[in-house]
């Protein structure tokens, strides 16, 4: 758990940074990269609140996902694709975290109780990954929306 990049009150929220791999072909030759985001033998988890779920989403350029709540699930976002910063209103005030293919790929877990928005930083599509817990059903009805009106980047 390490903390590249935050700003915001002292509130315990959870980080992990992954970083990128390159991979080799038979030949040696740089083929591309892998960025291992969860691994249970890490230990990032306590046995029994491990993610039950992975989903995709896209973040449009200049837009923001959120603010959004949730009371009964916790996230772990992982930008995966391009730059965002995310804001979450703990009991303290707001603190941001950037992750994406410049920010070590890091992981924000979102405690349940906390709002968060997603803004992407960049002039593309901005994917990110969620891990949540427990996973979402259609009969959750754990959709809340919040209010960020008074929040200021502090970038």
């Known amino acids: 758990m390490h903390e590249e990049w ?6 315990q929220i959870r980080t992990q940074e992954h970083r990128r791999i390159v991979t080799r072909d038979d030949r040696g030759q740089a083929n591309g ?10 230990g990032f988890f306590k046995p029994g609140d491990e993610p039950q779920q992975v989903y995709l989403t896209a973040v449009a350029p200049g837009t923001v996902k959120g603010p959004h709540l949730h009371l009964v699930r916790r996230g772990f976002f992982t930008c995966i694709k391009g730059n965002v910063l995310i804001v979450l209103r703990t009991p303290e005030g707001y603190a941001e975290f950037l992750s994406g293919e410049d ?3 890091l992981s924000v877990e979102i405690p349940t109780g906390i709002p968060a928005a997603i803004y992407n930083l960049g002039d593309e599509d901005a994917l990110v ?3 949540p817990r427990p996973a979402w059903t259609p009969d959750m009805n754990d959709e809340h929306t919040a209010d960020f009106g008074d929040y200021a980047p502090r970038r």
């Open 103 to 105: 920010h070590e790929y």
């Open 33 to 42: 990269y892998l960025v291992p985001l969860y691994n249970v033998h890490e």
């Open 6 to 11: 935050h700003k915001g009150p002292a509130t």
């Open 129 to 131: 990954l969620n891990l």
